[in-house]
């Protein structure tokens, strides 16, 4: 699959998610060779999960893989990833993070690029909308999602 | 709990992990206040996970906090912590990590550092036996946990 259809799958599942009543972050990881590794979403409200975001998910559902599966695959999701998820593309030599938007909330991304992750912003006013709303009708279940008590526009380093 | 009660719940864990045939590596999360949070392993040989890591599956097991319940607490860990496990602990804004080793793996502890979050390194020769006995028998396993094809002793960033 190319890429529009990998961030596709991403958007899917950010929208399962919404209908399930969950955080509204789908994500896919698809290998070099443009095969669908796994995909999922944020599992915090559906599985009482706080390590189940969505491209932790994508992970999780994409098995026990060697290294060389990871090599030069794809992580798509539909926001900025967080520092945990951030952590697991690094963990797991991920080359490229496409990211729907960043508008709503600012993860790792300046350290993705130091870790020499490509990163790409798509600015997807549909991603934006969707986390927009979900972020207005429950703004107490994203802030703990994010670890945060109120809301944050952005948790990247100061330094 | 006082931190000697914290840290013998991670070695608890990562010795029920190596008697499950799985990484043995274990994590527990306790609150400024003393409290168990919650407890756990990693978890790739017996559930097939690649995110359950000790600290992520103690802050799993911790189940849905708000970001308060964190405030001040210490990840206690049997091994340093992966780029997943460090940004587990950024996210949650978790106060202090405690690692048992560092000497068969150094992970994110200079990020840690980066980010505020107090690290201490216990240099425990128990767990840097037990992680060493488990790396020999089963090299594969480990090197599929820290994403490597071959054995290394460091993801830290080089810059
Ligand atoms: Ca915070
Ligand atoms: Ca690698
Ligand atoms: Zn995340
Ligand atoms: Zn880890």
């Not at 060779?33 to 189940?52: P, T």
């Not at 794809?74 to 030599?93: E, K, N, Q, V």
């Amino acid at each position: 699959m190319n890429d529009q259809e990998g961030f596709a799958i991403s958007v899917e599942e950010a929208e399962i998610g919404y209908q399930e009543g969950g955080v509204p972050i789908g994500a896919a990881l698809v290998s070099s060779h443009g095969k669908l590794l796994g995909r999922g979403h944020n599992m915090r409200v559906q599985k009482g999960s706080a390590i189940h975001h969505g491209e932790t998910a994508a992970l999780e559902n994409s098995g026990r893989l060697p290294a060389s599966a990871y090599k030069n695959a794809t992580m798509f999701t539909t926001l900025s990833p967080c520092d945990m998820c951030t952590g697991a593309c690094i963990l797991y030599g991920i080359s490229r993070v496409v990211i729907g938007e960043n508008g709503t909330f600012l993860g790792g991304e300046a350290y993705l690029k130091q870790r020499g992750i490509e990163v790409v912003v798509l600015g997807d006013k549909k991603c934006q909308d969707l986390m927009g709303k979900f972020i207005s009708e429950k703004p107490e279940v994203w802030n703990e999602d994010i670890g945060e008590e109120v809301r944050v526009h952005s948790k990247e380093a100061k330094a």
